[in-house]
Every structure is written in C-alpha cells, then in structure tokens.
C-alpha cells in the first residue's frame, strides 16, 4: 500500500522555528495536508496545499512541497507554547492517508 | 452548520461485548472515513464509504470488524466481541467528495476491560 512517513518527535525552544518533514509515496496524490492534534482532542486542518504548488504560507505557516522528492514540509514561525501538539501529514487522490503524527514539543 | 459528530465521545464495554460507534457527517458531505488511533501513536485508515457504498476497507481487520453508511442516518463503526487491544480513540471524517479536505469528529474513545 502507499505510505506517509513523519519522524515521530520534534522538541525545540520557544520563539525558534519548527520544521515538520513527511515524506509519501503516491505520486498521483491531489492535495497533501497538515493537520494538528491537541491532547484529547481531534484533528484540526491546518492547512493544505495543492499538488502543482511548491509553496503555500498562511501567518506562522509554511508548507514546502517538492513534488519530485515527494516530501512535504511544515515550518511553523516563533513557535509558542500554545503549538505543542502532535502534527500529521496527510495525502489524498480518492481516499486520505495519514503519517503516524509528530510530536512537537515547545520548550519555554 | 454543525461539524462531523461522533457519538458516544467515551465509550466502555467489556470484553467480548459489541461496540457500536456513530458519527454523522457535516451537513451536505457523503464521504465519511474512519480512523483508528492507538495509544501514542498514530492514525491508521480503516474504511472510506459513500452513503450505500464501502469504496476502501484495506484497514479494517477482516474479522469483528464492520462499517456502513446508510442513505439516511449515520455512519456506524461496528466492532463484534471487543478485545483489550481494540481499546482506542476511533475518529470519523468527512468531505465533499473523494480526495478533497477532511473534517474530523472529536472522536470516540473505547475502553475494554
């Protein structure tokens, strides 16, 4: 079956950057997404991004996209306290798949 | 417009038990996914379905294990003579239409003791 991949955790300083990397498998994927779990809580799109785009941006995020190494990428700007929660990657053609999550934790 | 909705948020039953799980889809939307989330890891598909139709179920165990998703009413994640190891938060999603943004349910926990 087609895979998404994430590394599972991410730990860095308040104010710092944060880099989310996934990488997938299916090259006829349509939009790829990021999507942000809170502790007992559900999923929240973040964001999404088409697949013929390389970049997106919306305030603290960005999304890379490169479409021949398929890897996405999410930087999150000045990251906060607030912006620690588990992060997943996402692809969709018919169906959605989802990476296993990273865990980002801010440290103040 | 109420989001994805999932019912019953926190779900117990003992072992060998039925589970049934619902969720109701956002107004207007007829593609419903089910999602399985292990303790601290990650989401693994189950089961895509349009209303009448399975379309994927590569992730749903082949035994204990079925979904629907009628022309009126809600999606049902069934789950036969539960085990300790089917313990998990079970989250619903829906879109529009295949392949185009998912909105989540805040997802149901089921305990087995």
């Known amino acids: 079956g087609e895979d998404v991949e994430q590394s599972l955790f991410l730990s860095v300083r308040e104010g710092d950057s944060s880099v989310i990397n996934c990488t997938y498998t299916?090259?006829?994927?349509?939009?790829l997404y990021w999507y942000k779990q809170e502790p007992g809580a559900g999923l929240q799109l973040l964001t999404y991004?088409?697949?013929?785009?390389d970049m997106k941006q919306d305030q603290r995020l960005t999304v890379l996209l490169n479409k021949k190494d398929k890897h996405l990428s999410l930087r999150i700007a000045d990251t906060q306290t607030g912006d620690s929660a588990i992060y997943f990657c996402?692809?969709?053609?018919?169906?959605?798949?989802f990476g296993a999550g990273t865990r980002l934790t801010v440290k103040p | 417009n109420a989001g994805v909705m999932q019912n019953p948020r926190h779900l117990v039953r003992r072992r060998g038990q039925e589970a049934r799980l619902r969720c109701s889809p956002m107004?207007?939307?007829?593609?419903v996914y089910w999602y399985r989330q292990l303790p601290e890891e990650g989401l693994k598909f189950m089961v895509y379905l349009q209303k009448e139709n399975i379309i994927d179920e590569s992730g749903m165990p082949k035994e204990r294990f079925s979904a629907e998703f009628p022309k009126e009413g809600p999606s049902i994640l069934r789950i036969q003579q539960v085990v300790r190891g089917d313990s998990a938060a079970y989250f619903c999603?829906?879109?529009?239409?295949?392949?185009?943004?998912?909105?989540f349910g805040q997802g149901t926990r089921l305990t087995v003791v």
């Open positions: 996402a692809e969709s053609n018919n169906d959605m798949r």
């Open positions: 107004k207007g939307h007829s593609h």
């Open positions: 991004i088409f697949s013929n785009m």
């Open positions: 299916d090259s006829s994927s349509t939009y």
């Open positions: 999603a829906s879109s529009s239409r295949g392949g185009t943004e998912a909105f």
